[in-house]
């Protein structure tokens, strides 16, 4: 199968499977949001208050998107975790030059988030992904190496396997094995990650809708609500992650949880 083949075809089983979760409930974030596109309208003021709110915010979770069709480097997204939280959806190819105060603002604000005194989730290697936006020259390789990121992909796998045993025969505490049956443990190899839909869909019972991926990311947000949504969701799915990693929940707590949000 040669690549453009490929590639299709792991387009197309993405959406089969956007499709048979799509009969869950829809996500749920834990906290209300508010979002802000920054871009070269963004006015100062806007920025400088951001600005002083990073200043009192330790916790956030980063998420990036490429255009489908350009490949390019397209938008950053930044979730201030806070008890309403604040979103940022950073336009990355409608920035303002690189001279004016927008600009510098812009930057000095992702220079406070990316303090390394500051906790950064991503679902990924959040440096990694950061990376690909250097040449923008909002942040330096160097700021982004020095920042706390946790890889929350990772942590969610070991905490799932530790909550959720083998029922199948293996050992309980086994790791992901290609002879096991159980269908509460749908990642079968040892070397393989959850994808993040996979993860709500098992964890809370949610469908967090991924039909908008391979979507035009490199235009302006303010022509599609669907994507500011999208964007957004991709942040808080995340943050809800987190939780149970950061809270070392059981199985029971999970299910009282999901149980309440039943009503």
Known sequence: MNQSNSARSKVARKRVLNRQLSVLSPFVPLNDWQAYRINRTTAPSLLHDLI???RR?????IDTEHDYYTHEAALIQIEFIRRRSVVLLIEMC???PTSTVTFWLIKSLLAVILSPSNFIYSWGNGIDELGQFVHYDLFSSSTIRR???IDVQVDFKL???KVFLHTCGLQPHEHDHSLCTCIHRPVKHRQDQWSLQKAIAYAFGEFLDKSRTNSKWRQQLIHSDELV???VNDCLAVTKLHMLIDGNWTKEQLEKYNQRQCF
């Open 94 to 96: 409608h920035l303002p």
């Open 52 to 54: 002083q709110l990073a």
């Open 229 to 231: 949504r999208y964007a």
């Open 159 to 161: 905490w799932y396997n």
């Open 147 to 149: 920042s706390n990121n």
């Open 57 to 61: 915010t330790t916790r956030y979770t």
